[in-house]
């Protein structure tokens, strides 16, 4: 056996590979998102193919440790580890990157595509960092044969404090402040320097000139696109605002879904934004409290100060749980500072339950969140959420959602409409545009649609967007579909089905 490591120096090492895992793990799931997103689907083929291979890490490292019990085994998986750790800012982000072009954005392409990019980026680092712990364990025991129930118990403690900081440290300080990249490379160099500490050979340490050379290979944007204005890793996502033409995008994760957009020179965006406008004709009166759940760049904020200021007295506020995306407003999609101000940075039913009395009452309540390009939150979409929000409206106020869906008689459409009619009985649907998107509008009294087509009641601008809207607009009896409740809602299977169905539809 080579010379014994000290007592303090396993309980150091177990810490640092526990810190580690956790940390490459944390970090992976920001370098997986520009290509595959966030969703349900990639964190369960991260998390499984990691727990595969701290299994076989364990299980391979436990058989190498008995063999060849030493410090060597010990320390250079460790700096093996920080090598591969460091490659994954160059190497494994163009792995991933290729394997994601193109990608379809579809459950199946997402799961086996992003499944192939975990074995073959993440794994391997994931798999030698697992052989410290038998090491660890075989070493001490070896040392203190008395007392091994106390020696696993302490090594495996050290091990989870490491990975508490390996978990909450990229997740609140590194990747937020620092970077996706900075992040790997630091890992990177901790395990370098511990292996070349533990292994006492000096010529090793020249190896540290790798998280050097991968610091200044990796900077500069992690995906660059034409016309990017901003790039950030927020502590929710991966963001980009680019500029197309006349036009500024808001996209996150692997941009499989736009979340604002500005076109400059217009009010109108072409898109489902524009139909939230025709909202408050519905209703009588001149005054409109509105309130948008999941502002983003503050797109419905803006057309509704733009367009509806000078027809209603508005009070205009919006949620946003992204506190990077809430400042982007103002700079990139035409928030004036004042409007700006009016989004708050939270989770958006919090944010609602947290209301009281007159202050907390709406006209017009928008829920326009998506946690991960097309998902729905869960939470902001089940029968307790919307019975919530009915709560916070004035009388004959108006909930109102964006559905993407392939028809009348999708299951995720469905489910929605049955959902929001649970809380406020006279529900209608409308399809709105070329794309897959349908108005879904609630309230507790009739909303009568003739409104919208009346001289006057909607201003030139939105005239053409009303005749259409009025035309599709459909109520709803709330039958079909699943009832979604905090204890059973499967929004995400639900879309799921949605985009295969879209997948199987295209392909033919």
Known sequence: MSEPVSWLGLRWTAFIAGMATMGLEMAASRLLAPAFGTSQ??????????????????????????????????????LASGVLALALPLAGRWVIAELGAGILNTPVSVVLLSLAAVLVVIAPPVFLLAFATPFAIRLAVAAQTERTGRVVGVLEAWATAGSLVGTFGPAFVTIP????????????????????????????????VLPLLVGLGTAGPVR??????????TPYQFVQVRQVGAMTYLVVNDGGGVQSVWRRGSDLTGMYYDAYMLLPALRPGTSRRVLVIGAGGGTILRQYQDVLSARYRLDLQGVEID????????????????????????????????????AGRYDVIIVDAYARELYIPYELATAQFFALAAAHLNPGGIVALNVNALGPESPLL?????????????????????????????????????????????????GALAEEVAAAWQPSDGQGGWLLTDNRSPIDYLTNREVLAGMRQELG
């Open 224 to 233: 660059p696109e034409s016309g990017l204005l901003f790039e950030a890793q």
């Open 41 to 78: 689907l990639v964190w369960a083929n991260l998390i499984g193919v990691i727990l595969l291979a701290l299994t076989f890490g364990y299980r391979v490292g436990g058989a190498l440790a008995d063999r060849r019990p030493g410090r060597g085994g010990l320390y250079g998986s460790l």
């Open 323 to 358: 506190p990077v995306v809430a400042k982007l407003g103002a700079r990139f999609f035409g928030l004036t500072p004042q409007l700006a101000a009016r989004i708050h940075v939270g989770d958006g039913r919090t944010f609602l339950a947290a209301q009281k009395g007159s």
């Open 177 to 208: 402040f620092l970077g996706t990249n900075q992040t790997l490379v630091g890992l990177g160099a901790v395990l370098i320097v511990v292996g070349a500490l533990g292994l006492r050979r000096r010529a090793l340490f020249g190896v540290l």
């Open 414 to 462: 469905l489910s929605l409409v049955r959902t929001l009619h649970s809380a406020l009985p006279y529900t209608y649907v409308a399809k709105v545009g070329t794309a897959y998107n349908y108005l879904v509008a609630g309230s507790a009294r009739p909303l009568d649609v003739s409104r919208l087509t009346a001289p006057g009641a909607v201003p030139p601008l939105l």
